[in-house]
């Protein structure tokens, strides 16, 4: 069983918040964060790459392979999904039973 911790979404400011929480507060290993991009067909791989890459400070020698979905209503015009993950099985169970304190105490 593998223990990522991820998240996935299209605007910069979520990611690198995600990322500021996982750097400062988490403590992660930087050379252990990895991401991976969505695309549509058309849209400048390269160019993207090179975005995400400088939104998140991680080198595109650690981005996953990169998902090419076919044309979409948004080729084109936007930069893309970005996904980042950390995979640790300690910080993993630790933030998952954070979680459900959490949601237990506002009763969820």
């Given at each position: 069983?593998?223990?990522?911790?991820?998240?996935?979404?299209?605007d910069?400011?979520i990611?690198?918040?995600?990322?500021?929480?996982?750097?400062?507060?988490?403590?992660?290993?930087?050379?252990?964060?990895?991401?991976?991009?969505?695309?549509?067909?058309?849209?400048?791989?390269?160019?993207?790459?090179?975005?995400?890459?400088k939104?998140?400070?991680?080198?595109?020698?650690?981005?996953?392979?990169?998902?090419?979905?076919?044309?979409?209503?948004?080729?084109?015009?936007?930069?893309?999904?970005?996904?980042?993950?950390?995979?640790?099985?300690?910080?993993?169970?630790?933030?998952?039973?954070?979680?459900?304190?959490?949601?237990?105490?506002?009763?969820?």
């Open positions: 069983m593998t223990y990522p911790v991820e998240i996935t979404n299209t910069p400011r990611i690198k918040i995600f990322l500021e929480f996982l750097r400062k507060d988490i403590k992660v290993d930087e050379k252990l964060l990895k991401v991976q991009i969505q695309i549509h067909e058309g849209d400048s791989l390269n160019k993207l790459e090179d975005y995400w890459s939104v998140t400070g991680i080198p595109r020698k650690r981005f996953n392979k990169t998902i090419i979905h076919p044309n979409g209503k948004k080729h084109g015009k936007g930069i893309g999904t970005c996904k980042i993950r950390y995979t640790n099985k300690d910080i993993y169970l630790n933030l998952k039973s954070s979680l459900e304190v959490i949601l237990q105490d506002i009763g969820v």
